[in-house]
């Protein structure tokens, strides 16, 4: 079975609890990265996780509460490695591999740093005494800059990406489809509500997706276009099927902009336990029709997340 690890899921604006966008996938003993927001490599690993068992990162797009935390992540888990782990493989719209050449690469922003631990005599002694032997190899990560289609195909997962409509032509942005034998999960990223993104998601078990305000709310301060509000975030589920007709499938979908911590499906967290009992439609409110209940639970959830202070 999957796991879904939510590190973040709040929005560029800080708060004392919140933070930007990072998610950990746990199947088939690896662990995927989708995005690297603010302070993920903390979060990682007060999720329990560690950057060396990260073996892929992909990025929806290159907004800083999405990716600031790449250099801090990169550099980490480089400098846990003993030179035995996997080559990290990072895919994302341009430009991945500038930023990516452009924080550890020869010439890059922090060259200095992994220069310094790679020559001088305390640091390749720290290295020896964690397991690695010299001389010490500087960082190789594989990144690759991508579009939609295919991604990336393995024996046991596989992930698609589609467009996001989002801040073109500024930025280009992808949605993400992972699928599994333990089911299949999509990744919004940030878009306003489009064909490609319902199309990627199709049927899919869980759709995680982006979520700015409520719609009214988005609807008056001019802050609608080119992101998801709440019943456009109901809406491109229901078009894509993942609520269904299955009693528990409103459990399967979750939305993200106000959400920090770990959840996942079926996992007895305080957080998890919260969509449980949101996620009920059928006990709570058997009268309502799926697009009311669609757009009445986005609302209820945005809300108690901030009431909650999450
Ligand atoms: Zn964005």
Same mark, same amino acid.
């Not at 690469?105 to 922003?109: C, D, F, I, K, R």
């Not at 199709?202 to 869980?206: F, Q, V």
């Not at 993942?242 to 399967?252: L, M, V």
């Given at each position: 079975m999957a796991r879904i690890h939510i590190l973040g899921a709040g929005t560029p604006t800080p708060t004392p609890t919140r933070f930007g966008t990072s998610y950990v996938i746990e199947v088939a003993r690896e662990q995927i990265m989708v995005d690297c927001g603010p302070a993920t490599t903390h979060k990682l690993v007060k999720a329990g996780l560690w950057p060396t068992n990260i073996d892929y990162l992909f990025f929806t797009h290159h907004h800083f509460d999405h990716d600031v935390d790449y250099p801090c992540f990169l550099l980490c888990r480089w400098d846990q490695s003993t030179g035995k782990e996997n080559r990290l493989q990072v895919y994302g719209p341009n430009p991945t591999e500038r930023m990516t050449e452009g924080i550890v $690469?020869?010439? $890059?922003?922090f060259a200095h740093d992994w220069k310094a631990r790679v020559n001088h005599p305390v640091s390749q002694r720290v290295h020896v005494n964690r397991g690695g032997t010299l001389p010490r190899r500087p960082p190789d990560v594989y990144a690759k800059d991508i579009g939609p289609g295919k991604v990336y195909s393995s024996a046991d997962w596989e992930v698609t990406a589609a467009l996001a409509e989002h801040v073109q032509p500024y930025l280009d942005s992808l949605a993400y489809r992972l699928d599994s034998p333990g089911g299949s999960m999509v990744f919004t990223g940030d878009?306003?509500?489009c064909q490609s993104v319902v199309d990627l998601a199709?049927?899919?078990?869980?759709m995680l997706c982006m979520c700015w305000d409520d719609q009214e709310v988005m609807e008056e301060n001019g802050e609608a276009p080119r992101q998801c509000g709440t019943t456009g975030a109901a809406r491109m589920a229901q078009e894509a099927g993942?609520? $269904?007709?299955?009693? =528990?499938? =409103?459990?399967?979908w979750a939305l993200t902009c106000r959400d920090t911590g770990r959840w996942r499906r079926g996992s007895e967290t305080s957080r998890g336990s919260m969509m449980d009992r949101w996620c009920s439609p059928t006990s709570y409110w058997p009268s309502m029709s799926s697009s009311q209940w669609c757009s009445f639970f986005v609302k209820r959830i945005a809300r108690h997340m901030r009431l909650s202070g999450a």
């Open positions: $690469g020869e010439n $890059g922003l878009t306003e509500p199709r049927d899919a078990d869980i993942i609520p $269904g007709s299955r009693s =528990w499938c =409103w459990c399967t």
